[in-house]
């Protein structure tokens, strides 16, 4: 299996595989605390250079960091406004979200563009805003069917990365993750083929290529959503730039879940 590949001074690094869950407005509190617990049991090791993260509702973040600070799992929003603070009434800002346990959270996800009125420009606002408060922002990418039909998927992609990644500098790159999530194969049981993801993120590493040098291009994580479950995992994980998965339906049960973060 090919994989990409850093050179500093410590010598060489892979990018390391990332495996997130986004459970979406599913589980109460008692129901995530109890999910974390049977995870943290099951995930006390992990394989060499993998991260899992669980992006559960904001209710239950501080429950949840409870149990799993400590532990190998990752804990990640899925979303945050913009502002630091302000008079923005249901919602919730970036130190927020730090201050329930949060490393990572989720920006831009295909429902909040299509469902809340999200667009490039207040995803753009929103990277900067978590990378100010030392999060690190996953930021989701990922055209229409509608779009695909119409040969626009390029050009869809292209416009959302780097508006999304406007005026962020190479340092903020570091810790940034992109997720292409092609929208026709959110929650539908529709995969892209493995090709399909690796065309998309070898198109995507070439963009940031373009705007930060191979440097950073070959070190950031890029992964692929849409329909992930045990089946599919291991052929869309062996194409070259995937890096990892963001998965919803399948997240939201242990058994599955363990086997994708275990492919
Ligand atoms: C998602 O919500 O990011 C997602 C990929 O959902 P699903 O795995 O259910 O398609």
Known sequence: MIRRFRIDEGGVHMIRTLIA?????????????????????????????????????????HAVSGIIGGSLIKLCAQNLHEAAEGAF???????????????????????????????DA?????????????LKPIMCIGETLEQRECGETFSVIERQVKAGLHDLG????????IAYEPVWAIGTGKTATPEQAQEIHAFVRGIVTAVYGSDVAATLPIIYGGSVNPGNI??????????????????L???????????
């Open 234 to 251: 291991s052929a869309i994980m062996a194409q070259p730039d995937v890096n990892g998965a963001l998965v919803g339906g399948a997240s």
């Open 21 to 61: 869950g986004n459970w979406k407005m599913y589980k109460t509190i008692p129901e995530a605390v109890d999910f974390a617990e049977r995870l943290k049991e099951e995930l006390s090791t992990l394989p060499e250079g993998r991260d899992v993260a669980i992006a559960p509702t904001f209710t239950a973040l």
């Open 89 to 119: 009434t249901g919602e919730i800002s970036a130190a927020m979200i730090c201050d329930a346990g949060c490393s990572h959270v989720i920006i831009g996800h295909s429902e909040r563009r299509t469902l809340f009125g999200e667009t």
């Open 122 to 134: 207040s995803v753009n606002r929103k990277m900067q805003s978590a990378l100010a408060a030392g």
């Open 170 to 177: 190479a340092g903020d790159m570091a810790v940034v993750t």
């Open 253 to 263: 049960d242990v058994d599955k879940f363990v086997k994708i973060v275990r492919y």
